[in-house]
T-cell receptor
Framework: NAGVMQNPRHLVRRRGQEARLRCSPM?????VYWYRQLPEEGLKFMVY????????ESGMPKERFSAEFPKEGPSILRIQQVVRGDSAAYFC???????????????FGPGTRLTVL | GESVGLHLPTLSVQEGDNSIINCAYS??????FIWYKQESGKGPQFIID?????DKRQGQRVTVLLNKTVKHLSLQIAATQPGDSAVYFC????????????FGKGTLLTVNP
């Protein structure tokens, strides 16, 4: 049973280019979460998606960043017109459906390390 | 504001010793805590969790202690091995949410053979 998959593992972009990060959740999981990790920092929540729906994007920068999780295919985190400050590791996690306030255990992928030159 | 932080950014121990990694949190409304291990170049890996209605939980070679009075969380690793070398993060979940985690900055544990 494959875990959460992310690609590419490493991505280099020049300032002003676009970055597309892909995440395939674990089999049977329909919830996807994106986190950003700056060097020597903890993970910061960005966005929570279910299929075709953005549930919580409170951690997403207001400009240049967008995320989607289409009915078919992986979740995509898109960063337009990248700047050097976007350089970070971006992690995707997925979870199954649970109810109420019980924590939905999140399983993390290996991350995409974005470097902006 | 809400924050989850760690007392020590680095910890170096000898193989076979016990390790203790500490974490302070400020959100008294958090009801669930998790310790993650992150090896170089990999994503966070779940180690152990604890709910706010508990003060201690044990796993295989790991124990988590929760002191709600002083808002302190610790991870104890018994008989530390070289394979335990990694960055360890504590994370908290606020009451009323079933997904949003707040992570601390991490402690780098180095195990010397």
């Amino acid at each position: 049973n494959a875990g959460v998959m992310q690609n590419p593992r490493h991505l280099v972009r020049r300032r002003g280019q676009e970055a597309r990060l892909r995440c395939s959740p674990m089999k049977g999981h329909s919830h996807v979460y994106w986190y950003r990790q700056l060097p020597e920092e903890g993970l910061k929540f960005m966005v929570y998606l279910q299929k075709e729906n953005i549930i919580d994007e409170s951690g997403m920068p207001k400009e240049r960043f967008s995320a989607e999780f289409p009915k078919e295919g992986p979740s995509i985190l898109r960063i337009q017109q990248v700047v050097r400050g976007d350089s970070a590791a971006y992690f995707c996690a997925s979870s199954a459906i649970t109810g109420g306030n019980r924590y939905n255990e999140q399983f993390f992928g290996p991350g995409t390390r974005l470097t902006v030159l | 504001g809400e924050s989850v932080g760690l007392h020590l950014p680095t910890l170096s121990v000898q193989e076979g010793d016990n390790s203790i990694i500490n974490c302070a949190y400020s959100n008294s409304a958090s009801d669930y805590f998790i310790w993650y291990k992150q090896e170089s170049g990999k994503g966070p890996q779940f180690i152990i969790d604890i709910r706010s209605n508990m003060d201690k939980r044990q796993g295989q070679r790991v124990t988590v202690l929760l002191n709600k009075t002083v808002k302190h969380l610790s991870l104890q690793i018994a008989a530390t091995q070289p394979g335990d070398s990694a960055v360890y993060f504590c994370a908290e979940k606020g009451r009323g949410s079933n997904y949003k985690l707040t992570f601390g900055k991490g402690t780098l544990l180095t195990v010397n053979p």
